[in-house]
């Protein structure tokens, strides 16, 4: 509630004496009915900054994926600390796509002997147009000159005069050769394991393209072969996907 002010006044101010304090007297009433209590909600909501925090490159974690095997065997894949980090071509080209890719990725195994078996990591590419695989932009034409003769003088009359004519026909096409996106698959590691908890670590790996134009996508992909002299089982996962 607002605070209200009591002044009691203890003799006549005459004159100009006496209209300061009634003027005084009003501003502080005003003032004291239309501060804002400290404890109250702002009357305007402050506005949100346009600005987003750099996340550094890193990717929200995926689904963990499992499965149950008819033979009484569990498994489980996933990853962990995953980042890609777009960063300028070395060729300066728009068609080319580099990233920094780091994670790990780990699978576990429980079953009724030792396990063992394959795992492999790498990267998905996806391009929204193709240029690698086409001619680009092509460039044709051609040019010439043809003589000729004309004659001068007045429109149905005998001609006056014979003159040469030199003419120089140009002609061109230029071609863009482009073809649907394509899907471009990037193995970094196979590794064959003996135990219940294989796990592959990437840190800042690599990953180039060329002949990619518009946007394009980027996700982490691992694959857990399970194998037994009977029998063998494929677990797979995928991670976030990521655009630039």
Known sequence: MPTVFTVTPTAVVPGRAAAFAVSLAVAVAI?????????????????ASDTVPSTGGGVPPGVPTSVNTPDGWYLTLGARDESQIPVPPLTTAISSREYLASGTFIGSLAGPEPPRGILEVGYEIGC??????????????????????????PFGAVPAAVLPVISTPVNGVITVGLKPGIIIVVPVVRKEFTGANPWVMISKFHVKIDGCVGQSFIRSYATL?????????????VGATTSV
């Open 31 to 47: 003032s004291a009915t239309t501060a804002s209590p400290a404890g109250a909600d702002p009357a305007v909501a402050p506005v």
């Open 128 to 153: 929204g147009v193709d240029m690698s695989t086409s001619n680009g932009v092509t460039m044709a034409g051609g040019a010439g000159v043809t003589p000729s003769l004309g004659v001068s003088g």
């Open 225 to 237: 072969t399970r194998q037994t002299n009977e029998s063998d089982v494929v677990l797979s996962y």
